[in-house]
Protein backbone atom coordinates (compact mmCIF):
# COMPACT_ATOMS: atom_id res chain seq x y z
CA UNK A 1 0.00 0.00 0.00
CA UNK A 2 1.24 3.34 -1.14
CA UNK A 3 1.99 5.90 2.16
CA UNK A 4 1.88 9.33 2.65
CA UNK A 5 2.91 11.84 4.07
CA UNK A 6 -0.08 13.50 4.86
CA UNK A 7 -3.60 12.10 3.45
CA UNK A 8 -4.01 13.28 -0.18
CA UNK A 9 -6.73 15.17 -0.85
CA UNK A 10 -10.33 13.78 -1.78
CA UNK A 11 -10.21 14.33 -5.83
CA UNK A 12 -12.45 17.60 -7.29
CA UNK A 13 -15.74 16.56 -8.46
CA UNK A 14 -18.57 17.95 -10.58
CA UNK A 15 -21.77 16.92 -10.14
CA UNK A 16 -23.76 14.97 -13.16
CA UNK A 17 -27.70 15.58 -14.19
CA UNK A 18 -30.01 13.30 -12.68
CA UNK A 19 -27.59 10.65 -11.60
CA UNK A 20 -26.32 10.48 -8.01
CA UNK A 21 -22.92 9.50 -9.52
CA UNK A 22 -19.93 12.65 -10.08
CA UNK A 23 -17.56 13.54 -12.17
CA UNK A 24 -13.69 13.48 -11.16
CA UNK A 25 -12.34 16.37 -12.94
CA UNK A 26 -8.05 16.15 -13.85
CA UNK A 27 -7.63 19.35 -15.59
CA UNK A 28 -9.60 22.84 -16.57
CA UNK A 29 -8.28 24.06 -19.77
CA UNK A 30 -9.96 27.78 -20.71
CA UNK A 31 -10.06 29.42 -24.39
CA UNK A 32 -9.59 32.87 -24.25
CA UNK A 33 -11.64 35.35 -26.05
CA UNK A 34 -13.51 32.86 -28.35
CA UNK A 35 -16.37 35.20 -28.99
CA UNK A 36 -15.36 38.19 -31.69
CA UNK A 37 -18.10 40.60 -29.55
CA UNK A 38 -15.89 39.96 -25.94
CA UNK A 39 -12.27 39.81 -27.63
CA UNK A 40 -13.40 43.46 -28.91
CA UNK A 41 -14.33 44.70 -25.44
CA UNK A 42 -11.31 43.48 -24.41
CA UNK A 43 -9.65 45.77 -26.79
CA UNK A 44 -8.13 42.81 -29.57
CA UNK A 45 -9.13 41.69 -32.88
CA UNK A 46 -10.78 38.76 -33.23
CA UNK A 47 -9.87 38.27 -36.58
CA UNK A 48 -5.78 38.18 -36.09
CA UNK A 49 -5.67 36.35 -33.04
CA UNK A 50 -5.27 33.03 -32.98
CA UNK A 51 -6.76 30.94 -30.02
CA UNK A 52 -4.80 30.47 -27.19
CA UNK A 53 -5.78 29.03 -23.39
CA UNK A 54 -4.68 29.38 -20.14
CA UNK A 55 -5.74 26.75 -16.84
CA UNK A 56 -7.23 26.64 -13.68
CA UNK A 57 -6.43 24.01 -10.77
CA UNK A 58 -8.95 20.89 -10.53
CA UNK A 59 -9.59 21.78 -7.29
CA UNK A 60 -11.42 25.28 -8.26
CA UNK A 61 -14.73 23.79 -9.38
CA UNK A 62 -17.93 24.63 -7.32
CA UNK A 63 -21.12 23.29 -7.58
CA UNK A 64 -24.18 25.14 -8.64
CA UNK A 65 -26.20 27.07 -5.96
CA UNK A 66 -23.04 27.22 -3.55
CA UNK A 67 -22.00 30.43 -2.21
CA UNK A 68 -18.20 31.99 -3.10
CA UNK A 69 -16.40 34.49 -1.15
CA UNK A 70 -15.35 37.62 -2.69
CA UNK A 71 -11.75 36.86 -3.43
CA UNK A 72 -8.71 38.47 -1.91
CA UNK A 73 -6.60 41.20 -3.58
CA UNK A 74 -9.00 42.43 -6.16
CA UNK A 75 -11.47 45.39 -6.23
CA UNK A 76 -12.79 44.45 -9.81
CA UNK A 77 -14.02 41.13 -9.73
CA UNK A 78 -16.03 40.07 -13.05
CA UNK A 79 -18.17 37.33 -14.03
CA UNK A 80 -17.71 34.94 -17.20
CA UNK A 81 -20.39 32.52 -18.11
CA UNK A 82 -19.50 29.70 -20.79
CA UNK A 83 -20.05 26.64 -22.09
CA UNK A 84 -18.54 23.14 -20.45
CA UNK A 85 -17.03 20.59 -22.28
CA UNK A 86 -16.33 17.23 -19.92
CA UNK A 87 -13.79 15.04 -22.09
CA UNK A 88 -14.29 11.35 -21.49
CA UNK A 89 -11.91 9.26 -23.92
CA UNK A 90 -8.16 9.53 -24.17
CA UNK A 91 -6.81 11.12 -27.25
CA UNK A 92 -3.96 12.94 -28.73
CA UNK A 93 -3.12 15.07 -32.03
CA UNK A 94 -7.48 14.17 -32.69
CA UNK A 95 -8.39 15.29 -36.02
CA UNK A 96 -11.31 17.36 -36.09
CA UNK A 97 -13.70 15.15 -37.65
CA UNK A 98 -13.21 12.86 -34.82
CA UNK A 99 -12.94 15.19 -31.67
CA UNK A 100 -16.94 15.08 -30.70
CA UNK A 101 -15.85 11.05 -30.11
CA UNK A 102 -14.13 12.43 -26.92
CA UNK A 103 -16.84 14.42 -25.59
CA UNK A 104 -18.64 13.02 -22.07
CA UNK A 105 -20.60 15.54 -21.75
CA UNK A 106 -21.41 19.61 -21.46
CA UNK A 107 -22.21 21.60 -18.66
CA UNK A 108 -22.84 25.14 -17.77
CA UNK A 109 -19.86 27.43 -15.97
CA UNK A 110 -18.57 30.56 -14.36
CA UNK A 111 -15.15 31.68 -14.97
CA UNK A 112 -14.47 33.94 -12.57
CA UNK A 113 -11.87 36.49 -12.76
CA UNK A 114 -9.80 39.34 -11.33
CA UNK A 115 -9.23 41.41 -13.52
CA UNK A 116 -7.35 44.06 -12.49
CA UNK A 117 -4.78 41.14 -11.38
CA UNK A 118 -5.56 39.84 -15.30
CA UNK A 119 -4.61 43.33 -16.68
CA UNK A 120 -1.91 44.29 -14.79
CA UNK A 121 -0.70 40.28 -15.69
CA UNK A 122 -1.05 41.03 -19.28
CA UNK A 123 -0.04 44.42 -19.86
CA UNK A 124 3.31 43.17 -18.24
CA UNK A 125 3.56 40.20 -20.74
CA UNK A 126 3.10 37.99 -17.57
CA UNK A 127 0.85 34.66 -16.99
CA UNK A 128 -2.58 34.99 -16.18
CA UNK A 129 -2.71 32.32 -13.55
CA UNK A 130 -3.09 34.91 -10.29
CA UNK A 131 -6.39 36.68 -12.20
CA UNK A 132 -8.05 33.41 -13.25
CA UNK A 133 -6.74 30.57 -11.06
CA UNK A 134 -7.35 31.41 -7.55
CA UNK A 135 -10.16 29.00 -5.05
CA UNK A 136 -13.29 28.59 -6.59
CA UNK A 137 -12.82 30.33 -9.50
CA UNK A 138 -14.69 27.94 -11.81
CA UNK A 139 -18.64 27.16 -10.90
CA UNK A 140 -20.04 24.33 -12.66
CA UNK A 141 -23.33 23.12 -12.83
CA UNK A 142 -24.21 19.52 -13.62
CA UNK A 143 -22.58 17.86 -16.42
CA UNK A 144 -25.38 16.74 -19.24
CA UNK A 145 -24.25 13.32 -20.79
CA UNK A 146 -24.03 12.89 -24.67
CA UNK A 147 -27.18 11.09 -25.46
CA UNK A 148 -28.00 9.89 -29.36
CA UNK A 149 -25.10 11.56 -30.36
CA UNK A 150 -26.93 15.09 -29.39
CA UNK A 151 -23.92 17.73 -29.73
CA UNK A 152 -24.23 21.31 -29.03
CA UNK A 153 -23.32 23.56 -31.79
CA UNK A 154 -25.92 26.77 -31.24
CA UNK A 155 -28.20 27.91 -28.21
CA UNK A 156 -28.66 30.79 -26.34
CA UNK A 157 -26.06 31.29 -23.50
CA UNK A 158 -26.70 33.85 -20.92
CA UNK A 159 -25.54 35.84 -17.36
CA UNK A 160 -28.05 37.64 -15.26
CA UNK A 161 -26.75 39.57 -12.07
CA UNK A 162 -29.97 39.85 -9.78
CA UNK A 163 -31.96 39.34 -12.58
CA UNK A 164 -30.79 41.99 -14.72
CA UNK A 165 -29.18 40.48 -18.29
CA UNK A 166 -25.87 41.06 -18.68
CA UNK A 167 -24.17 38.68 -21.20
CA UNK A 168 -26.90 37.03 -23.75
CA UNK A 169 -25.55 35.32 -27.29
CA UNK A 170 -25.53 32.27 -29.03
CA UNK A 171 -23.05 29.48 -28.90
CA UNK A 172 -23.19 29.54 -32.82
CA UNK A 173 -20.76 32.90 -32.42
CA UNK A 174 -17.79 30.85 -30.93
CA UNK A 175 -14.93 31.81 -32.97
CA UNK A 176 -13.44 28.59 -32.32
CA UNK A 177 -15.75 25.26 -32.16
CA UNK A 178 -15.68 22.67 -29.85
CA UNK A 179 -13.87 20.28 -32.20
CA UNK A 180 -11.60 23.24 -33.36
CA UNK A 181 -10.89 23.65 -29.59
CA UNK A 182 -10.33 19.88 -28.63
CA UNK A 183 -8.39 19.01 -31.97
CA UNK A 184 -6.12 22.17 -30.76
CA UNK A 185 -5.91 21.35 -27.52
CA UNK A 186 -4.66 17.96 -28.49
CA UNK A 187 -1.78 18.74 -30.19
CA UNK A 188 -0.25 20.22 -27.66
CA UNK A 189 -0.89 17.22 -24.78
CA UNK A 190 -2.70 14.34 -24.68
CA UNK A 191 -6.22 14.95 -23.37
CA UNK A 192 -7.46 12.60 -20.67
CA UNK A 193 -11.03 11.17 -19.34
CA UNK A 194 -11.60 14.36 -16.38
CA UNK A 195 -10.42 17.05 -18.44
CA UNK A 196 -12.93 20.34 -18.79
CA UNK A 197 -12.54 23.00 -21.30
CA UNK A 198 -14.45 26.22 -20.73
CA UNK A 199 -14.39 27.38 -24.38
CA UNK A 200 -14.90 31.20 -23.25
CA UNK A 201 -17.28 33.93 -22.85
CA UNK A 202 -19.52 36.29 -24.91
CA UNK A 203 -19.29 40.21 -24.95
CA UNK A 204 -20.56 41.42 -21.46
CA UNK A 205 -18.48 40.73 -19.07
CA UNK A 206 -18.51 42.89 -15.77
CA UNK A 207 -18.17 43.48 -12.22
CA UNK A 208 -19.90 41.73 -9.03
CA UNK A 209 -19.88 42.79 -5.74
CA UNK A 210 -20.26 40.75 -2.27
CA UNK A 211 -24.12 40.29 -1.92
CA UNK A 212 -24.69 39.26 -5.91
CA UNK A 213 -26.54 36.19 -7.35
CA UNK A 214 -25.22 35.22 -10.33
CA UNK A 215 -27.72 33.29 -12.83
CA UNK A 216 -27.31 31.78 -16.09
CA UNK A 217 -27.86 28.77 -18.44
CA UNK A 218 -27.57 27.41 -22.28
CA UNK A 219 -30.12 25.94 -23.98
CA UNK A 220 -30.56 21.99 -23.23
CA UNK A 221 -28.18 22.32 -20.53
CA UNK A 222 -30.77 24.36 -17.63
CA UNK A 223 -29.11 27.08 -15.50
CA UNK A 224 -26.30 27.63 -13.07
CA UNK A 225 -26.63 30.15 -9.89
CA UNK A 226 -24.18 31.49 -7.71
CA UNK A 227 -24.18 33.48 -4.71
CA UNK A 228 -20.83 36.13 -4.19
CA UNK A 229 -20.37 36.13 -0.45
CA UNK A 230 -18.13 38.45 1.92
CA UNK A 231 -14.60 38.07 1.25
CA UNK A 232 -12.65 35.74 4.11
CA UNK A 233 -11.98 36.95 7.21
CA UNK A 234 -14.80 40.07 6.77
CA UNK A 235 -16.84 41.19 9.22
Not at 85 to 96: D, H, L, M, P, T
Not at 145 to 165: E, M, Q, T
Not at 176 to 182: C, L, N, Q, T
Amino acid sequence: MMEYVFSPPQPATVALAGESTRFPVRRIFCVGRNYAAHAREMGKDPDRDPPFFFTKPADAVVDSGEVVPYPPETSNFHYEIELVVAIGREGFEISRDAALDHVFGYAVGLDLTRRDLQFEARDKGRPWDWGKAFDRSAPVAPIHRVRDGHHLAKGRIWLAVNGDIKQDADLAELIWSVPDIISIVSRSMVIKPGDLIMTGTPAGVGPIVTGDTITGGIDGLGGIETVIGAAAGAG
